[in-house]
């Protein structure tokens, strides 16, 4: 990952020292640093370098250097760049003594229609073999893990469970009440036309343990849980902890993404259910305090409608949901650039990418289940 820090020496010289690998997958630097030492008092009279700390470097090294000598000599500040490796000094020399070409810096505002058709493919392209290669290892990490040999802490798994499980309970339940009280409003108002408001348990029970449960449980999770993982995940990269696990020699998808995906397997199931539970009762709520239904009949109603297909169906749906949840918000966390406001983004495509995947996975089930006559 590249580094450069800015230190003042006797006031007015600015030292600018790089350390680690400067390479273009890791960015090309920002310069509002840069701009900010500039202006800030006393005024700088030249700037210096340090590279002792510098690593492997190509030609993102040499851009931000290019920047920084434009940038100075804008303000009037002097270079020295006796501090540079002798190779990227012959460079910033070449860089700097050919004139910039006119309309070589591509303005992609004005790209027509098939070149961003076809980067936008380009991009797309990419990220789906990226997808496909993270989906390949965590299937290997799965097969370690039931051959016994997948390396995590039993401690961490343990807390997400926690966190995943009993620390969604509040926000599940608050949901799930209204979502029940809200199908039952809307099966009342038309079932109330032909007097067969006792239908309305049969509504909101078979609703919520098919569909209504497992889904809402999801989303809230991809909410809640998948974008904490992303954001995680994601400050760890920005950290350098990621790379210090694997420097170490510990994959970080068996220790960071394997629990977390074992986490929200075993914790989605048992909100559904307690979700499909809360939401029968918010339905029950106004079958009883609205609709003159007695709680017997309105628990007997429940019990005929709902089959034991419909609650497999939806518990299974949600352990589906919940491996797409975790992938999402991992997958999108070590996806994440190396700054603060990367993590930002990373927790947003993570929620965002979940609840698609879940909405996705919901409609296929819907046709599988049709099929088979479930």
Request: net charge neutral; proline share 2%.
């Amino acid at each position: 990952m590249n580094q450069v820090t800015f230190d003042r020496v006797d006031n007015d010289i600015l030292l600018i020292r790089f350390a680690g690998s400067w390479r273009l997958t890791g960015g090309l630097g920002s310069s509002s640093a840069l701009d900010r030492e500039l202006q800030a008092s006393p005024p700088v009279a030249r700037v210096a370098f340090d590279t002792q700390g510098l690593g492997d470097w190509d030609s993102s090294l040499l851009t931000f250097l290019t920047r920084v000598s434009d940038v100075s000599r804008q303000r009037g500040v002097s270079v020295d760049p006796d501090g540079l490796p002798g190779g990227i000094r012959r460079l910033l020399d070449l860089a700097e003594a050919v004139p910039e070409r006119a309309g070589a810096r591509k303005d992609l505002s004005k790209a027509s229609l098939l070149e961003r058709t076809g980067a936008g493919v380009i991009s797309g392209a990419g990220s789906a073999l990226e997808m496909l290669a993270f989906l390949g290892n965590m299937t290997v990490t799965f097969v370690r893990l039931f051959g016994m040999k997948a390396r995590y802490r039993a401690s961490d798994l343990f807390l997400l469970i926690q966190q995943c499980g009993a620390q969604a309970l509040p926000i599940v339940t608050l949901i799930s009440f209204l979502v029940g009280v809200i199908l039952a409003f809307v099966g009342a108002i038309q079932l109330k036309q032909f007097g067969a408001q006792i239908y309305v348990a049969n509504l909101v029970g078979v609703a919520m343990m098919r569909e209504m449960g497992a889904m809402m449980t999801a989303i809230l999770m991809a909410g809640r849980t998948g974008a904490a993982f992303a954001a995680q995940l994601g400050t760890m990269k920005v950290t350098q902890e990621i790379d210090a696990f694997t420097t170490a020699g510990f994959s970080p998808l068996e220790f960071l993404v394997l629990p977390r995906t074992v986490a929200l397997i075993l914790m989605m199931p048992l909100l559904c259910l307690y979700s499909d539970f809360v939401g029968i009762v918010g339905g029950a709520a106004i079958g009883v305090g609205m609709l003159d239904l007695s709680w017997t009949t309105y628990v007997q109603q429940t019990m005929q409608a709902v089959r034991l297909t419909d609650t497999v169906g939806g518990v299974f749906k949600s352990a589906v949901y919940g491996v797409l949840i975790a992938l999402a918000g991992c997958l999108r966390g070590l996806q994440s650039g190396n700054s603060s406001s990367a993590v930002g983004d990373a927790a947003t495509s993570a929620v965002v990418t979940g609840i698609v995947a879940i909405i996705v996975a919901c409609g296929i089930f819907a046709v599988i289940f049709y099929v088979l006559g479930l």
